[in-house]
């Protein structure tokens, strides 16, 4: 039964669930018993000011009772479906339950939803154990800890007769030592756990702090945009995030460069180029007589309120190293270690100057749909003297609902230690996460 035809389900179940007889409800509301049997199962549309007056009369919103508010709920049930066709539920009769069983359908909403978190926490917690070398330094400080107090306290009670000097030095010693180990143990608790955010935490990498330091501002520098010069190591220096000597410098190449860009493509011309062209990357290129990633890199700079959508970036050096990231949602980016090498960003960077447009869908529940656009161009001025290095860019935009897609859609992960697919030609290592997962 199509959604929209609803209503009168969700008024029927609405009204039993409060004990309301039906020819109450229909006197109240000022119509007969049987015009509301009908609008019950579905037979009458309903609209205007008898919804309004039914659902005053139900004591709830009329939005409650009409298609909107199930719209998103439904969407959620058939995502849980795709995401585990194994499973065998009916995709016949699913607006029906909805509307029906509102209260099993939300259930299941909010099941799906919590699965999808914990599966995300996963992937983060596993890409941080492989390949983060900050935790592993922690790990092995933690580890040597233990050992040195075991070794200590073992020395206590092993040995009977003990000068009280030795004993008291041997004290002292477990004692800086466990608190050593529970200061360790509380940063590192602190930096596992990302979402209590912990000025405590000392656990850091530079990429780490240069992070901190563009999400508070959403990559978005308002006052680099209006004045007309700007000393960017006094704005460094007033950012406690940027704690370590490479974070500054990180933050200082990332500064100099959004000011070139600006320069480049003025926000007030570049929101009415927005405005005529669109997210036409080459259109906008060509209006400012400028290359496609000066381009990239001004949209991923830019609010949403001006691009009218989110806008996530990834850049990579030669070596295929992500060296700036701006997250999208349901397009997951590996935070240490190296990414998949499915993403057209990598194909672009072996074809340099060859524009590579793909539409992408990432791998594992939850992964969206996107348009990528990459290229890969020398890193600086080209000269036969010395060896020429390239950084490839890929701007990566979420695609509409309606938008006609490909038949046929190119399916990337995140890294292979946390994909799912079985038969992948770039796999690496094995996956943690099974089909039973």
């Not at 006197?27 to 049997?37: A, H, K, T």
Request: net charge negative; glycine share 8%; proline share 6%.
């Amino acid at each position: 039964m199509p959604q929209r035809h609803l209503t009168g389900t969700r008024i029927r179940e609405r009204r039993m669930m409060l004990g309301m007889r039906q020819t109450d409800l229909a006197r109240e509301v000022g119509i007969s018993g049987s015009y509301l049997n009908l609008i019950e199962h579905n037979r009458r549309r309903i609209g205007g000011k008898l919804l309004l007056a039914i659902a005053r009369a139900l004591g709830v919103e009329p939005s409650a009772l009409t298609e909107g508010a199930e719209a998103a709920l439904i969407a959620t049930l058939r995502e849980a479906r795709a995401a585990d066709p194994a499973a065998g539920a009916e995709a016949d009769g699913l607006e029906d339950f909805a509307g029906r069983f509102s209260g099993w359908a939300q259930l299941l909403e909010r099941r799906h939803r919590r699965v999808l978190e914990l599966e995300r926490t996963v992937e983060t917690l596993s890409d941080r154990l492989t390949h983060d070398p900050h935790l592993a330094a922690a790990l092995h400080e933690m580890l040597s800890t233990i050992t040195a107090i075991r070794s200590t306290a073992s020395i206590l009670a092993e040995t009977r007769e003990l000068e009280p000097e030795w004993r008291d030095r041997f004290h002292r010693n477990i004692n800086e030592d466990a608190a050593r180990l529970a200061h360790s143990a509380t940063a590192l608790v602190g930096y596992l756990d990302s979402a209590e955010e912990s000025d405590d935490t000392e656990i850091s990498s530079p990429q780490d702090e240069l992070d901190a330091f563009l999400g508070e501002s959403g990559y978005h520098m308002p006052h680099l945009e209006e004045q007309a010069t700007v000393d960017v190591d006094a704005l460094i220096e007033g950012q406690e995030v940027l704690q370590s000597a490479a974070s500054r410098a990180m933050a200082r190449t990332y500064l100099q460069r959004y000011v070139k860009d600006a320069r480049t493509m003025p926000l007030p011309q570049t929101v009415g180029a927005i405005g005529e062209y669109g997210l036409n990357i080459s259109a906008l290129a060509q209006h400012f007589s400028t290359d496609l990633p000066t381009v990239m890199r001004r949209l991923a700079e830019l609010p949403e309120s001006v691009t009218g959508r989110p806008v996530g970036l990834v850049s990579c050096d030669a070596s295929g190293t992500m060296t700036f990231r701006k997250a999208l949602d349901g397009f997951l980016l590996p935070r240490f270690g190296a990414a998949c090498p499915l993403w057209p960003l990598f194909r672009a960077l072996s074809h340099p100057m060859t524009p590579v447009a793909r539409v992408v869908k990432q791998a594992g529940r939850g992964g969206g749909v996107f348009r990528t656009y990459s290229i890969a161009q020398p890193a600086g001025a080209v000269r036969f003297e010395g060896p020429t290095l390239f950084e490839a860019y890929m701007l990566i935009l979420p695609t509409d609902p309606g938008e006609r897609l490909p038949d046929t859609l190119e399916e990337v992960g995140v890294s292979c230690r946390i994909c799912p697919r079985d038969a992948c030609p770039g796999r690496r290592e094995p996956s943690i996460l099974t089909d039973g997962f």
